[in-house]
């Protein structure tokens, strides 16, 4: 199926909503519109404390010394920790997401610029804060590792010498891919064209920063931890292993989130100090982190050097692509990804095409900037692949001379080799990719845009139009070969009929404002014909949810979105049953008709799925062999990775005398196969495409040479507003997953992925009179400037 | 949460008040008006200080717009919003719409003064490129009295002003001249943020010859810029694009920058002289048009 969106008049009216898939208003809107929202820094307990963390000023030293006595004898402060006294509680490292390890307080060094060296607990915020600046640290300044590529000279400063034996700044090696093959391939091409290509070190900046809430219970033994978390689950159990407090003593609660973005996947050294300071003190402790905290210490994305290679025949087939990767994993390898995925799903650089060979090989360092690697939209690396293939297909159509949609449209991945194995080992489920790029195409009027471009050129006028087409890898993942810290990435969910047919459906996964208390609410009433409306949906309370590993990586609709209609499957089997009692017919004698069970043939003869949660809680016989209560539980663990996909194409104007871009249009079609709620894809896909114009054109986290990190405030960190991005057009093609119970595939991440790429295209395509190929992000005015000067690696 | 250092806050009632607490207080005093440039860095923990002087009361002192025959004078504690929204102004000098509309958002817009802005002596500050532009004097008053001083001597480097530590600046005066206008020009990464480079520019016109001219630059230097020589150069001679250019070309080889994170040193040379010749052109556009 093939359509543009339809903007449908009647959907802001939630009465009527469907029972089940379809456009209907977001039922946690009202609280959020009204202010009502409830975040972790919203939770006040009495006898609450403050926690404050004293950060690094340098980006590697050697501590000397730490005196606290000016902060301790502060009148409103409880307690001063340093490195040394959580080392002798075995507490000062612990385990990161990649199976290395990170300080939560530093012991010897300091190894990058906001580095948690002490923490301060007092009676309120301000004290605390004040007593931050009563504690003295006497450092013995090193030099810092801040070029990646310098990181593995000899002679580099060795940073990580608290691992056993390690000699420099190696983190890992990985590759992927053929590359003996890829060499005999890229040999006999007509054509091949390299490019360094740079994805620079970006940041999530959620607009809530992140922090919690820790309250440790002495007469239960019990704490509860209200937290900023993707995956409390996950979370909990990490805490488990690490503080030795049993696992049932643990409840982890994530309340209304403020923005994830991959930023709240980690645990950060200040939930860690948080917890310390409730169990040694016995009182409730807050840590909210401040803006700046946020965005020099906690998980960045990206920071790929990449030189991409792209081999092909003279007319346009593309036969191979090589790359080799330099990733900077700044001072602790923090990456959030299945364990034996150390570079994510970056093995899906062979993008949307049909190629003969294809290698990647990574090298991995570690330099003196924050740990993390997480996320930011990124499925697990797959913007820095996606990113990596569409920028090299445009090197390629700029070297041939050819219109870069013809040039993908004649490498596709054709419809009847689903499901297709890539040359990198990964298997795509579906796929239609023409209909979507002709759809972008005709949405946007590419022919006449072309033209225009053609006219505008030969007036000295700048315009551009890009294209990016890409397939994401979603929905981590199979039990099989994937986990993070040993934990498998299935994820549970648990529906419950109260008598009355009102329903609640209990998720591993975590909203954080992507409207999982819609979707999944409409996942079930399309299963079992229960309005969503009656449908509540928690997630974010270890103590009520079934085990999962969250939501990151869009994985919640691919993952737990599965679940949830699995499970409302098995409690209609069981509503069939009780059904059949009491329409005194057997269970095969009856059909299913939304919402209602009736005997073949007979319609008259039905009950409603209300009147068999009734039945099923009250009084009288059921039939033989079966319990009472209208519930069930599922874990559901996916057969493979979903293969969301679209096509982008976005028009932009650049002032030849000042350089600046503009994005005039940008046509967005998704295909994430069976859509739920229409109204939240887009909401998804325009989110996703403002961070896309934002990574192109001016996000970048940035140092100097001193390790100082200068993005450390929004005033430095630019994130784009209404005023940078033109009124989303968005469209739409089906193609379901043939492996997901419902057929859909996610798409928080779709847009962020896809839409980098596409600015940089048109923004490279305004350029072509300049001859300019390629130049890395963020795209600013002066960066688009130096390129139009024959300067694509600007000094800054 | 950001949160700023201790201090003792005190609100003044009039200009005599604030002058008398300064005396009082001396340099452990800081005052505030808008608070959209100070209050920043008092989270930031970068200004610290003992007292908090608010002079927020005296808005209805120092708050107007006066328009007499031969010159403008604004009070220090007129708001953005308010030069954005006062006709006679904007009929005199277009170079204020242009420029409130580039700074910042109408949040910042809605608190902060035009006294604020001068006195934080940012080097990318636009309304100090605008009072550069328009040859504005600045009225400072202390327990001793007035003395009024140029925009040149009002700036002594960066965030560092005329003003002593018990004075206040009171008005800015921006004298009135016949046949001309003006216009701002900025270029910024994204809306809201501080300039790579602006420009405000104005021009006067006798006949078909340029009588007087004058460009403010921000970002390019210390303080704001102001170019002498492009009044010379201009001044008896009919406006040109070619002429623009060699105006463009001076204001590019006459401005200081610096390569930081907004761009490079080159970048801003060529935008200095490419936002002169945009506003020169844009003055005498609007001239024709009588705006
Ligand atoms: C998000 C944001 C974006 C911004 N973007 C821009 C921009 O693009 N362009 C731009 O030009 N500005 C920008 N600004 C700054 C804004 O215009 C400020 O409001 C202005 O610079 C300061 O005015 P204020 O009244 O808020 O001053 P305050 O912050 O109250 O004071 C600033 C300084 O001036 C001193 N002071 C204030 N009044 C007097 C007085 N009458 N006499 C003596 N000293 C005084 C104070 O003691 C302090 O040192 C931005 C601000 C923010 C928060």
């Given at each position: ?5 339809d ?10 909503k ?8 977001r039922?946690?809107?009202p ?7 409830r975040?972790v820094?919203?939770?006040?307990l009495?006898g609450?404390?403050?926690l ?14 730490i ?5 301790e004898?502060?009148p ?14 075995g507490?000062?490292?612990m ?5 290395d390890?990170?300080?939560v307080?530093?012991t ?8 948690e ?8 915020r ?9 504690i003295e640290?006497?450092?013995d ?6 070029d ?7 002679g580099?400063p ?16 990985w ?22 290509i ?7 900046a959620p ?21 900023t978390?993707?995956a ?5 159990t990490?805490?488990?292993?690490v503080?030795?407090?049993?696992e049932h003593?643990i409840?982890?609660?994530a309340?209304d ?18 917890i310390?300071?409730?169990?040694v ?5 807050k ?6 905290e946020n ?8 920071d790929?050097?990449?030189?991409g290679?792209?081999?092909a025949t003279?007319d346009?087939?593309?036969l191979a ?11 602790f ?5 299945p364990i ?9 650089f ?22 993390g690697g997480?996320a930011y ?11 990596l293939?569409?920028?090299i297909?445009?090197?390629?159509a700029y070297?041939l001379d050819m ?8 490498n596709f991945?054709q419809p ?5 194995t ?13 209909p979507?790029?002709?759809?972008a ?20 006028e700048?315009?551009?139009i890009g294209i ?11 039990r ?6 040993g934990?498998?990435?299935?994820d ?9 047919g009102?329903?609640v ?5 975590m909203s ?14 399309e ?11 928690v997630?974010?309370?270890t103590?009520?949810t079934?085990?999962?590993?969250g939501t990151?990586g869009s994985r919640?609709?691919p ?6 209609a699995l499970?409302a499957?098995k ?8 059904a059949?009692?009491m329409l ?5 004698d009856l ?11 007979d319609?008259?003869?039905?009950v ?8 099923a809680?009250?009084a009288?016989d059921l ?13 559901y663990n ?10 982008y194409i ?8 000042t350089?600046?871009v503009k994005?005039r249009r ?5 295909d ?5 709620n229409?109204?939240i894809?887009?909401g998804?896909?325009?989110g ?5 114009v934002?990574?192109?054109?001016m ?10 990190c200068?993005s450390?405030?929004l005033m ?5 507003t209404a ?11 089906v ?9 859909a595939?996610?798409v928080?991440?779709s ?5 980098p ?13 300049f001859?300019?190929r ?7 005015p ?15 | 949460m950001?949160?700023?250092a201790?201090?003792?806050y005190?609100?003044?009632?009039n200009?005599?008040?604030?002058i008398?607490l300064l ?8 005052l ?6 100070l209050l ?9 200080f003992e ?20 010159q403008?004078?604004i009070?220090a504690?007129?708001?953005h919003?308010?030069?954005l ?9 277009p170079?204020?719409?242009d ?12 608190r902060?003064t035009?006294?604020g802005s001068?006195?934080?002596?940012d080097p ?6 605008v ?8 009225v ?13 001597e009002f700036?002594?480097?960066?965030y560092?002003t005329a003003?002593?530590?018990?004075e206040?600046l009171?008005?800015?005066r ?15 990464r994204?809306?809201?943020d501080?300039?790579?480079?602006s ?15 004058r460009?403010?630059?921000?970002a390019?230097g210390?303080n704001t810029t102001?170019?002498p020589a492009i009044?010379?150069?201009l001044r008896?001679?009919?406006?040109s694009d070619?002429l623009f ?14 390569t930081?994170?907004?761009g490079?040193?080159e970048?801003?040379r060529?935008?200095a002289?490419e936002?002169?010749r945009?506003?020169l052109?844009t ?6 048009q009588?705006?």
């Amino acid at each position: 199926m093939t359509a543009v969106e339809d903007r449908p008049a009647g959907f802001v009216d939630n009465d009527q909503k469907p029972v089940g898939y379809g456009r209907m208003l977001r039922k946690e809107d009202p609280r959020f519109i009204r202010g009502m929202g409830r975040y972790v820094d919203d939770i006040n307990l009495p006898g609450m404390l403050h926690l404050a963390i004293l950060r690094s000023p340098v980006a590697h030293a050697r501590i000397i010394s730490i005196d606290t006595r000016a902060a301790e004898a502060h009148p409103k402060v409880k307690a001063v920790v340093t490195g040394a006294i959580l080392a002798e509680k075995g507490l000062a490292w612990m385990p990161t997401l990649s199976n290395d390890v990170q300080a939560v307080l530093a012991t010897d060094k300091v190894r990058f610029q906001g580095q948690e060296v002490a923490f301060v607990v007092a009676e309120d915020r301000y004290a605390a804060r004040d007593a931050l600046e009563l504690i003295e640290v006497e450092y013995d300044i090193l030099d810092p590792v801040m070029d990646v590529r310098k990181a593995l000279e000899p002679g580099a400063p060795l940073i990580r010498d608290d691992l056993e034996g390690k000699k420099d700044n190696h983190c890992f090696d990985w590759e992927t891919g053929d590359a003996a093959a890829t060499e005999a391939v890229f040999a006999k091409a007509d054509v091949v064209v390299s490019e360094d290509i740079v994805y620079p070190r970006v940041h999530p900046a959620p607009m809530e920063t992140c922090g919690c809430v820790a309250d440790f219970e002495r007469v239960e033994g019990k704490l509860t931890l209200w937290t900023t978390s993707q995956a409390p689950h996950a979370h909990r159990t990490v805490y488990a292993l690490v503080s030795g407090l049993p696992e049932h003593k643990i409840r982890v609660i994530a309340p209304d989130i403020g923005g994830g973005f991959g930023n709240k996947v980690p645990i950060y050294p200040g939930y860690v100090c948080a917890i310390v300071a409730s169990l040694v003190i016995g009182k409730p402790v807050k840590w909210t982190e401040d803006r700046s905290e946020n965005l020099v210490s906690t998980g960045f994305a990206r920071d790929y050097i990449m030189r991409g290679e792209i081999a092909a025949t003279k007319d346009g087939k593309i036969l191979a692509i090589r790359t080799n990767v330099l990733a900077d994993h700044g001072a602790f390898n923090g990456t959030a990804a299945p364990i034996k995925y150390p570079a994510g799903f970056f093995g899906v650089f062979t993008g949307s095409y049909d190629l003969e060979a294809a290698y990647c090989k990574m090298t991995a360092v570690y330099t003196n900037k924050a740990p993390g690697g997480v996320a930011y939209a990124c499925s697990f690396r797959i913007t820095e692949a996606v990113y990596l293939v569409e920028r090299i297909v445009d090197c390629l159509a700029y070297q041939l001379d050819m219109d870069p949609a013809e040039l993908r449209l004649k490498n596709f991945i054709q419809p009847d080799q689903f499901p297709y194995t890539s040359k990198t080992g990964w298997v795509y489920d579906s796929g239609d990719y023409e209909p979507a790029m002709r759809l972008a195409m005709d949405m946007i009027g590419y022919d006449e845009l072309r033209k225009e471009q053609a006219e505008k050129r030969a007036k000295g006028e700048l315009m551009g139009i890009g294209i990016s087409f890409f397939t994401e890898a979603v929905g981590a993942g199979p039990r099989k070969d994937m986990d993070i810290l040993g934990l498998g990435m299935a994820d549970g969910s648990e529906l419950r009929i109260h008598p009355t047919g009102k329903a609640v459906l209990r998720v591993s996964c975590m909203s954080q404002g992507q409207g999982h208390e819609t979707t999944y609410a409409q996942i079930v009433a399309e299963e079992i014909g229960i309005p969503p409306a009656d449908i509540q949906v928690v997630n974010g309370d270890t103590d009520n949810t079934p085990f999962g590993l969250g939501t990151y990586g869009s994985r919640s609709t691919p993952v737990s979105g599965a679940a949830a209609a699995l499970v409302a499957r098995k409690v209609r089997d069981k509503a069939q049953i009780i059904a059949s009692g009491m329409l005194e017919v057997s269970v095969a004698d009856l059909e299913w008709d939304k919402g209602s069970f009736h005997v073949k043939g007979d319609p008259s003869k039905s009950v409603t799925i209300q009147a068999i949660a009734m039945r099923a809680h009250g009084a009288g016989d059921l039939p033989e062999g079966i319990e009472g209560g209208l519930e069930a539980q599922i874990c559901y663990n996916p057969s493979n990775l979903t293969y969301p996909f679209g096509a982008y194409i976005c028009v932009v104007d650049v002032d030849p005398g000042t350089a600046q871009v503009k994005v005039r249009r940008f046509v967005a079609v998704d295909d994430c196969g069976t859509r739920i709620n229409p109204m939240i894809i887009e909401g998804q896909v325009h989110g996703g495409l403002t961070d896309g114009v934002g990574m192109a054109l001016m996000e970048m986290i940035s140092f100097d040479e001193d390790g100082n990190c200068l993005s450390g405030s929004l005033m430095d960190y630019l994130i784009p507003t209404a005023l940078e991005v033109p009124e989303w057009e968005t469209g739409y093609t089906v193609t379901p997953s043939p492996h997901h119970p419902i057929g859909a595939k996610g798409v928080g991440e779709s847009a962020t992925v896809g839409s980098p790429p596409c600015v940089v295209n048109a923004v490279m395509d305004a350029l072509k009179p300049f001859k300019v190929r390629h130049a890395d992000m963020p795209l600013t005015p002066s960066r688009v400037w130096e390129a139009m000067q024959g300067r694509t690696r600007p000094p800054i | 949460m950001q949160v700023p250092a201790p201090f003792e806050y005190a609100r003044a009632g009039n200009v005599a008040e604030a002058i008398g607490l300064l005396e009082r207080l001396g340099s452990s005093a800081k005052l505030v008006a808008g608070g959209h440039s100070l209050l920043p860095m008092m989270k930031l923990r970068l200004a610290n200080f003992e007292y908090l002087i608010d002079i927020n009361d005296l808005h209805g002192e120092l708050g107007y717009i006066t328009v007499a025959s031969d010159q403008i004078r604004i009070g220090a504690m007129t708001r953005h919003r308010e030069l954005l929204e006062s006709a006679p102004l904007l009929a005199a000098f277009p170079i204020f719409r242009d420029a409130e509309h580039v700074i910042a958002d109408p949040v910042v817009r809605n608190r902060g003064t035009l006294g604020g802005s001068l006195c934080q002596a940012d080097p990318s500050e636009d309304l100090s490129a605008v009072c550069t532009t328009l040859d504005a004097s600045c009225v400072i008053q202390g327990s001793g009295g007035q003395r009024v001083v140029s925009m040149a001597e009002f700036h002594r480097g960066p965030y560092e002003t005329a003003v002593g530590d018990d004075e206040l600046l009171i008005e800015i005066r921006l004298p009135l001249r016949a046949g001309g206008s003006s216009a701002y020009e900025k270029v910024e990464r994204r809306a809201g943020d501080w300039a790579v480079v602006s420009c405000g520019a104005a021009l006067w016109m006798d006949g078909g010859t340029i009588a007087e001219a004058r460009v403010g630059l921000a970002a390019v230097g210390p303080n704001t810029t102001g170019i002498p020589a492009i009044g010379e150069l201009l001044r008896g001679k009919a406006p040109s694009d070619e002429l623009f250019r060699e105006a463009g070309a001076l204001a590019s080889s006459s401005c200081s920058p610096v390569t930081d994170l907004r761009g490079t040193e080159e970048y801003k040379r060529h935008l200095a002289g490419e936002l002169t010749r945009r506003t020169l052109s844009t003055c005498v556009a609007r001239i024709k048009q009588g705006v």
